[in-house]
């Protein structure tokens, strides 16, 4: 458990923020399927891509291994596809939590193209044993309306391929933005990668791969999205994040746009992001995360915190996360008195059943709430900001931030608040 409080209504400080792990995990994937042997500076130091490294040194020049990736999807799903084209004998298998979390589309593509992969236990799920082999690539369907890192998981591997791949998606696609950062990434890369409509060709061909052998990781945008809401929520504040970029292929960079209507003016200097205060707060908001659904439960609380009336659609995979986060987001705000309605794909806050800071409160005039995580990094995150307005908050289970953000206590301190193990 740990307990945290805000003593303070001006929150100004500079944040290092490390590595996206979305790229650092495709980039470790590349660099192996390439053999590269890159240098990566700024890596990120979430779990995901400590276990995916980790992972991949355990496999290398072996032919056997049973590899346990606990929490981390993203490694689930990469390695899936990875160990299908590596030879040897794979046993790939992960926390209680995993094993809920359907695989099936992404296997059922991999053995259309040949791959060797058998459920373990229940049809559909992890555990997966994978008898890697050579693979010829070829022409397949998948539906795009399931997960991003299916396809993402196709792509990378498809430089093994001796006829490359051709990959055509089906239905509405979520999460558009992680597909074109693996593209930008292939092609960055030297591979010719062509799209036409709902189609992605990727040859097994080199254009010219990077002559150099290091490789600055952009900082992590979905780390920022914290900071925007203690910035949109406290009376004042100035936080300045470091290692972002402008032109960013990180789909949560969205969130300059976002927090313009929740009171958060954003511009960057000497290459970093300075987030400040501004009074143009919105009456209501709504918006569709399809492409951006991991900063859904930060922006909900951060409209909450702010009395705003707020509908978030295109949810449809907070459902398949570390937690169903969109049950989890309405629990977990009903105890502190939101209004919250839901659906498999939306949800929506009401006016809260108490006053929020707007009415001139301070943030010693509520009661103690404990935030439950469900193993889930960003609940326990995106609830964080909320002591800002409350005299303390409790937070089960905080070391699951190590996932994504293992430094967020530790930079919670740095900004001012008081943050208690107990």
């Not at 909320?386 to 190590?402: A, D, G, H, N, Q």
Request: hydrophobic content about 40%; aromatic content about 8%; overall charge neutral.
């Amino acid at each position: 458990m740990l307990t945290l409080s805000s003593t303070k209504n001006i929150v100004n400080s500079t944040i290092k923020l490390t590595g996206s792990k979305s790229i650092n995990n495709r980039l470790l994937i590349l660099n192996e399927i390439l053999e590269l042997d890159l240098i990566f500076q700024n890596n990120s130091t979430s779990e995901d891509s400590l276990l995916l490294k980790n992972a991949l040194s355990q496999i290398k020049n072996k032919k056997s291994a049973t590899i346990n990736i606990h929490h981390a999807g993203t490694d689930m799903r990469f390695l899936t596809a990875y160990l299908s084209t590596k030879e040897g004998e794979w046993t790939l298998t992960g926390s209680e939590r995993m094993k809920e979390r359907p695989i099936g589309d992404l296997v059922k593509a991999l053995k259309s193209l040949g791959a060797d992969i058998v459920f373990l236990e229940k049809e559909n799920f992890p555990p997966l044993k994978i008898n890697g082999k050579i693979l010829k690539g070829g022409k397949i369907e998948i539906d795009g309306s399931v997960s991003s890192q299916f396809i993402s998981a196709l792509l990378l591997i498809a430089p093994t391929f001796e006829n490359g791949i051709t990959l055509t998606l089906k239905n509405n696609i979520v999460s558009w933005p992680y597909i074109q950062m693996t593209i930008d990434i292939l092609t960055e890369f030297g591979l010719i990668v062509c799209k036409n409509l709902n189609t992605i060709n990727v040859s097994r061909s080199l254009i010219a791969p990077p002559k150099s052998t290091i490789y600055t990781i952009e900082s992590d945008w979905s780390s920022a999205s914290y900071w925007f809401s203690i910035v949109a929520i406290c009376n004042e504040g100035e936080i300045i994040l470091t290692g972002l970029k402008n032109k960013s292929s990180q789909a949560d960079a969205i969130l300059t746009e976002i927090y313009m209507q929740l009171g958060v003016s954003s511009s960057f200097k000497n290459n970093d992001l300075v987030l400040t205060k501004n009074a143009n707060i919105t009456s209501s908001f709504e918006y569709d995360f399809t492409d951006c659904p991991d900063i859904a439960q930060t922006v909900a609380i951060t409209c909450f915190a702010l009395g705003i009336k707020a509908k978030l659609t295109g949810l449809k995979t907070l459902k398949l996360k570390e937690s169903d986060r969109i049950v989890g987001l309405k629990t977990e705000l009903e105890k502190f008195g939101a209004i919250v309605n839901i659906t498999d794909n939306s949800i929506e806050i009401k006016e809260a059943a108490h006053k929020s800071q707007n009415a001139g409160l301070t943030n010693n005039e509520f009661a103690t709430v404990t935030v439950s995580t469900y193993n889930d990094h960003r609940m326990a995150m995106s609830f964080a900001p909320l002591s800002i307005l409350y005299k303390e908050i409790r937070i089960e289970k905080p070391e699951v931030v190590s996932k994504s953000y293992p430094q967020f206590w530790e930079d919670l301190k740095s900004a001012g608040f008081v943050v208690n193990l107990c």
